[in-house]
């Protein structure tokens, strides 16, 4: 059952929207208030998308300024395809890639004996030779010794020291040397110690840094007859240490 003010407002819907118009007109606090209140929410949104708009123009300001005003670094012209013919030449197996020239380009390193030379020191020598990943120029190139048995190239050196990484290399018969990995030059040269009926087996190891000079140290396994030995070398000198 309905009371009497429900059935009333069914009855006579307009007088109850004037009823609840003349109670909103009646208390003009309450009122005085929401419009009070509307005014700090207006603010924040404007303020928002102030903000929102600020922040989407910083960023494409920044995009621009790097891709159009800052000038990019010049990088050398890149073949895609490039060829170097070594007539009359053998080939060792190896071969490593670093960036020796700092064009952020791979550059490579390989072994080769001429043997249609017309100087005889060249002819008796292998050489190693840098070239650009870039274009296939060459970056240095050095005799290094009459034959290689092992090589290990980027061999981190000491701080300090004429360069950040060797390639170190053991020839035959007896050498030991390191050559700067960035211009060829030698690091350092010796005489190995092990005997020249031994054979020499691959690979070369780096082992910790057991003298304690900052840079790993090499091992070399022969074998002579049925005897395998090693032979412990610092990888900052040359030296023998075990």
Known sequence: ???????????????????????????????????????PQSRLSRCRAAA?????FLCLFVVFVVSFVIPCPDRPA?????????????????????DINGDRIQDVLF?????????????????????????????????VAQDVALVECAVPQPRGSEAPSACILVGRPSSFIAVNLF????????????????????????????DGDGAPDLLVLTQEREEVSGHLYSGSTGHQIG
């Open 1 to 39: 059952m309905l009371d009497h003010k429900d059935l009333e407002a069914e009855i006579h819907p307009l007088k109850n929207e004037e009823r609840k118009s003349q109670e909103n007109l009646g208390n003009p606090s309450k009122n005085e208030d929401n419009v009070k209140s509307a005014p």
């Open 52 to 56: 929102f708009f600020l922040s989407l």
């Open 78 to 98: 890149s073949q895609r395809m490039w060829r170097i013919d070594y007539s009359a030449a053998v080939i060792y197996d190896f071969l490593a890639v670093d």
């Open 111 to 143: 072994l080769y004996k001429n043997t249609n030379s017309s100087n005889n020191f060249s002819r008796s020598c292998v050489d190693e030779a840098a070239v650009s990943g870039a274009n296939g120029s060459t970056l240095w190139e050095r005799p």
């Open 183 to 210: 211009t060829g030059e030698t690091l350092w040269n010796h005489s190995s110690s092990f005997s020249g009926n031994a054979s020499i087996l691959s690979p070369l190891l780096q082992v910790p840094d057991v």
